[in-house]
């Protein structure tokens, strides 16, 4: 299997200070305790990030040198864009970092507003495009509006910005999952087929409202689709020889919780990820836990919790990446220890390969995989995307796909069990 190029851009080791006596930076308006330092780091073509600035009091002091508080993935494209000027621009595109004090938002009513403490640009060069690991500056740096002012020293920002090689593998399902379709590496114009994928329901199962006849009478009346679970749903992932090298089933079936007709966080389902065990030919060991449910809303959300088990046992239980995904529109199931996870309830740890898991070492982090879907009642031909790093053997990759299966399926999983359907229309309201 051959890797596309990709390269991580880390931004870390942040931390702003007011050079002189404590007094003084008080006076600035910059404490650790009334005024929290944010920044906003934008690089063309991207989301902005935000994140958070400890205040340094100490002039000794200096912020950890490893810690990560943002990164962006950049692949050949992004690299063309980032060099090339565009229509509105004179130069090539920078990466920018600019400073606020205050919280932006409003307070009984009142709308408040942050203050710019200044800004740290870093113009993209030819030496992103390089391939090789690259810090581009590691210190500190003035910022502050007034430095030049006497009397009135400006703020100073500390940070470690740094390139990386960070290969990956790219992957596509051919069709939809529960259609069982080939599972195909993507290298440029080139598909290589790597795996295929089964997927299956017991017989208790076959029935599914997803599937569901729409009879048509043209009286314009309405009818319920009838409540049931949703249980034994398997996905198998075989190599190119036609041996299984990883799967998920369902072990919590997906009913509707009381009271409601969706999937709710009370009772959510659940998936059992497996490989198969190297020391009992024909067995499974299981791997990891992926829980999903529906969250109501103006626009609904299906959330996502995903363990790892320790030494493939089902006791020692390791956060990995608790997110949400639109359930019209799609989007993106990730493993990524240097992107905020909202309501994780435990820090996400930092494993070196699948296979390794379960050592959860903290020394390297970062993305892991990727696995983008689109919404309920989509065709939708997952495409995952997984670190170098952590692959070691193809059934490495294996037990990925069949993860990116079970979210994948999950979407409609967690479709509401009673719409009201129009007769003759196969379009819920």
């Not at 910059?30 to 906003?40: D, G, H, K, L, M």
């Not at 449910?293 to 959300?301: K, L, M, P, T």
């Not at 905020?340 to 740890?349: F, L, Y």
Request: proline fraction near 7%.
């Amino acid at each position: 299997m051959d890797p596309q190029a990709f390269i991580r851009l880390s931004i870390g080791s942040l931390g702003i200070r007011i050079p002189g006596t404590a007094p003084t930076a008080a006076k600035s308006g910059i404490t650790a305790f009334s005024s929290p330092c944010v920044c906003e780091i934008r690089l063309r073509g991207f989301p902005v990030q935000t994140t958070p600035i400890p205040f340094i009091s100490s002039p000794e002091a200096t912020p950890n040198s490893h810690s990560v508080a943002s990164s962006f993935y950049l692949e050949e494209s992004d690299l063309k864009a980032l060099l090339a000027p565009g229509c509105f621009y004179a130069s090539h595109a920078c990466l920018e970092i600019v400073v606020f004090t205050g919280r932006k938002g409003s307070h009984c009513g009142v709308g408040t507003k942050r203050q710019q403490i200044g800004a740290f640009k870093l113009n993209v060069g030819p030496e992103w495009g390089e391939g090789k690991p690259v810090i581009l500056f590691s210190g500190w740096i003035g910022i502050g509006k007034n430095r030049q002012e006497s009397g009135k020293p400006g703020a100073e920002l500390h940070l470690r910005v740094k390139l990386d090689p960070d290969p990956r593998y790219v992957f596509q399902f051919e069709d939809e999952t529960k259609l069982s379709p080939q599972v195909v590496q993507l290298q440029g114009t080139v598909k290589q087929p790597i795996f295929s994928c089964k997927f299956s329901r017991d017989r208790v199962s076959q029935v599914d409202p997803l599937s569901s006849f729409w009879s048509s009478s043209g009286d314009g009346s309405y009818q319920d689709i009838e409540r049931r679970e949703r249980k034994g749903w398997k996905v198998k992932i075989h190599d190119l020889s036609g041996s299984a090298v990883a799967a998920a089933f369902i072990t919590t079936p997906f009913v509707p919780s009381s009271g409601c007709d969706w999937v709710a966080k009370s009772n959510p389902g659940a998936w059992l990820i497996v490989r198969p065990d190297a020391c009992r030919p024909e067995s499974w060991q299981p791997w990891g836990k992926l829980e999903v449910w529906r969250e109501r809303g103006i626009r609904d959300s299906i959330c996502f919790r995903f363990h790892v088990f320790s030494d493939g046992q089902e006791g020692g239980e390791f956060l990995m990446s608790e997110l949400l995904i639109n359930a019209e529109k799609g989007g993106e199931f990730f493993i990524d220890t240097d992107r905020q996870i909202r309501g994780a309830a435990t820090p996400v740890p930092s494993p070196q390969s699948s296979g390794d898991f379960a050592a959860l070492s903290p020394v390297t982090g970062g993305f892991v995989m990727s696995c983008r879907v689109q919404g309920e009642g989509k065709c939708s031909k997952p495409l995952v995307q997984l670190a170098m790093r952590h692959v070691t053997c193809v059934e490495d990759a294996a037990i990925f796909m069949a993860l990116a299966a079970a979210v994948d399926l999950s979407i409609e999983a967690c479709r509401p069990f009673r719409r009201k359907m129009r007769i003759g229309s196969r379009h819920s309201w």
